[in-house]
């Protein structure tokens, strides 16, 4: 775990790459350097790209001409000794030219990463076995989207092989999804990360009891279906046909109880009698010759072992997550907490006031604010030990910024 050096001296550094040559401007700090970059660079856990400004104080016009649209920059910042990426992304917006005094004001936009939202749908079937991690891979490849990273939760077998049809994003986003990650970009560059949200074991274990109660109870239904086509393999077309004009005789009378019916026990019973005979219509509703039933009958049993399938892989599943949780002592943390912290939060550290609660929808949060720091971003793993705060969390969102004065990441730990 990083503790934060003193944090004076401020640095930010902005770096234009042209495709030809790579400028470099950078606040130094000094009374009689009249160059500043200010900014405002969100983050947060939506897969798409955040948008971040930046305003250059006095730029001279001949630099200020190299800045277009469409071209990279990186943005830095830190104090001296100490200063990291916050984030890189290409310009899409250069408003015009204010003035404040004798002072010039140059602004630009960037997106945070490339926004590639709008790339074709790709079209990839993979083997049976395929695992998770080779088919995110395969559509990142295919589609040219770059992953800096990929890190699954819970690493995934396709044992009857996968069909990737459809955008590259939301397939990528579908597939982590089922891994407990999650899609983001972080400083810039997308990445296959942890689901916070979902790396609490205990909420795995109850996601995969409830799980595998569905996957019996899809089983059972099958069961009782193969079962109804089993008696009509078995019969005549014609013992079909009298057997459906009787449940149809059947429900006529019960819904004639019902119109009669003057008590509220003689009401339910009849409803009750409507319902009973509609499924069993509905049970040789598709049943309309011996053939049929035949061919329903061995559609019937392939659907009772895909169904058993299921049933037994989520009951591995669970026997998975029950492990794990068991091997972490069952106590009641989440996996985030037993991994290392990357950065230590504290008053010594920059923490300029208290962490406020508050509890929505989503759950408990806690939000934050700081001297600005480099290594605060979605998803970093943050050590905070103030008064009312002693706790390893997750970063979630926030922002880094710098007016001209105040040098601050804000941002909601969860």
């Known amino acids: 775990m990083i503790a934060a050096k003193y944090q004076v001296d401020r640095r930010v550094k902005l770096v234009l790459d042209t495709g030809k040559e790579k400028v470099t401007l950078e606040n130094l700090n000094r009374l009689n350097h009249l160059l500043e970059i200010q900014f405002s660079v969100p983050f947060s856990s ?56 004798v002072d010039s004001q140059f602004s630009f936009t960037f997106i945070q990463g490339a926004d590639y939202s709008k790339k074709k749908d790709v079209s990839i079937t993979f083997k049976r076995e395929s695992n998770a991690e080779q088919v995110i891979k395969a559509i990142a490849k295919k589609s040219g989207i770059p992953l800096k990273s990929i890190k699954l939760q819970i690493p995934k077998k396709f044992k009857k092989g996968y069909t990737a049809d459809g955008q590259p994003l939301e397939l990528i986003e579908s597939i982590a999804k089922k ?56 019969s005549t077309t014609a013992t079909i046909s009298k057997d459906r004009e009787l449940y149809k005789k059947n429900l006529s009378a019960a819904q004639g109880r019902l119109k009669k019916a003057k008590t509220k026990s003689g009401k339910e019973a009849a409803k009750k009698a409507i319902a009973h005979w509609q499924k069993r219509i509905s049970e040789v509703g598709s049943l309309k010759s011996h053939k049929n039933a035949v061919e329903s009958y061995a559609k019937r049993t392939k659907e009772v072992k895909d169904a058993k399938d299921d049933w037994i892989n ?101």
């Not at 595998?212 to 899809?218: K, L």
């Open 179 to 234: 891994c407990g990650s999650v899609l983001r970009i972080v400083r810039g560059k997308y990445c296959v990360v942890y689901d916070t949200s979902a790396s609490d074991l205990q909420k795995i274990v109850r996601t995969r009891r409830t799980a595998v109660r569905s996957a019996h109870n899809h089983y059972l239904t099958k069961l009782k279906q193969q079962g109804t086509t089993a008696k009509y393999r078995s």
């Open 314 to 414: 989520a009951k591995k599943l669970l026997t998975k997550a029950e492990r794990a949780l068991k091997k972490a002592g069952g106590a009641k943390k989440n996996s985030t907490a037993t991994k290392p912290a990357e950065f230590l939060l504290s008053n010594e550290t920059g923490l300029t006031d208290e962490p406020a609660y508050s509890e929505d929808d989503d759950g408990e949060s806690w939000s934050f604010s700081c001297l600005l720091q480099h290594r605060i971003t979605t998803d970093a793993v943050i050590k905070v030990k103030s008064r009312n705060l002693n706790r390893t969390m997750v970063v979630d969102n926030g922002e880094h910024t710098y007016d001209g004065s105040s040098f601050l990441t804000t941002g909601v730990l969860k």
């Open 46 to 101: 939506e897969p798409t790209p955040d948008v971040a400004t930046v305003t250059i104080m006095n730029l001279s016009k001949k630099t200020r001409a190299l800045f277009k649209k469409g071209e990279h920059v990186t943005l830095y910042a830190g104090y001296k000794g100490d200063v990291g990426v916050l984030t890189e992304g290409n310009i899409n917006k250069i408003p015009p030219l204010l003035w404040s005094g």
